[in-house]
């Protein structure tokens, strides 16, 4: 079959005859090319040459596949850091950057930080891009993510005395230490879930997207061992699925946490749900 591109290709062809939405070729050939948004309309007329039209064709049919964009071109942005992504840590999201938001306003000055599931590492860098008088550490149970969330940290200027990453299932290898706030954003679709076969969730890694049960037992684990990990008045904060704010809620009650509340995103879903850990008086 006769390649879609070939050599010779303007930018402004390319940008026409492509077979995905205006937006997703943009990108594809911008990364392609390293020219910016604006340069391909100011370079309209420069041609693709042998090795760009050849990445352009393979890129292009994975994407038709079903391919992510982010994994394609290596990257995601997210609060307003560029992250490096590949198919070993979830795509960050826009909506988790509302956890990011109430971590910065509820967290006080000089704190320690905990994040449980860390993946990629965009909720601890982002949190310590904005707040370097904290302490964050950041956990997961896959040493491929955390390769990848080292290398973000180190490719965003994170210092290391500030931000430290430790391989755990969980609160498994932190011993007793205490934090004054802990997120996370665990794995919370349940197995079977007809959306895990569908768009770019069929190519993310499967254990950090569902929890292979009901879709609550990590927010069991993460409630049930906060009460070691959390500082009197510190805040657990979590992200969760459209429709799982009320059983967050009712696990966080049963745990004995007060102040309990849960936060809408930019669509108007309850995101993400969290408590205060107080002793009773």
């Known amino acids: 079959m006769k390649p879609v591109f070939q050599a010779g290709d303007t930018l402004a062809e390319c940008l026409k005859n492509s077979t995905l939405p205006a937006l997703e070729a943009r990108i594809l050939i911008a990364h392609i090319t390293q020219l910016t ?31 992510p964009i982010a994994y394609l071109i290596g990257e995601r942005e997210f609060y307003g850091l560029k992250f490096t992504v590949t198919p070993a840590v979830l795509i960050p999201r826009p909506e988790t950057e509302l956890l990011v938001e109430l971590a910065l306003t509820k967290t006080p000055a000089h704190a320690q930080v905990l994040d449980l599931g860390t993946g990629s590492g965009a909720i601890a860098i982002a949190f310590a891009s904005q707040r370097q008088d904290c302490q964050v550490t950041a956990l997961d149970m896959s040493a491929a993510a955390l390769t990848i969330a080292r290398l973000n940290a180190d490719q965003l200027g994170i210092d290391t005395a500030r931000l430290s990453f430790i391989e755990s299932d969980w609160y498994q290898n932190i011993a007793e230490k205490k934090y004054h706030s802990i997120l996370s954003n665990p794995p919370y679709i349940e197995k079977n879930d007809a959306h895990l076969q569908q768009g770019d969730l069929r190519f993310e890694p499967l254990q950090a997207l569902t929890d292979f049960a009901d879709g609550l037992s990590a927010y069991r684990q993460i409630i049930s061992g906060a009460g070691s990990h959390l500082h009197e008045g510190g805040w657990l904060l979590m992200e969760h699925g459209y429709d799982q704010a009320e059983a967050v809620q009712a696990l966080l009650k049963t745990a004995g946490f007060k102040e309990i509340q849960s936060w809408p995103d930019l669509a108007g879903i309850l995101r993400v749900t969290g408590g205060i850990l107080r002793e009773e008086k």
């Open 37 to 67: 948004r604006v340069q391909l309309i100011t370079q309209s007329e420069s041609h693709l040459n042998t090795d760009q039209a050849d990445t352009l064709n393979t890129m292009i049919a994975k994407r038709l596949a079903g391919e």
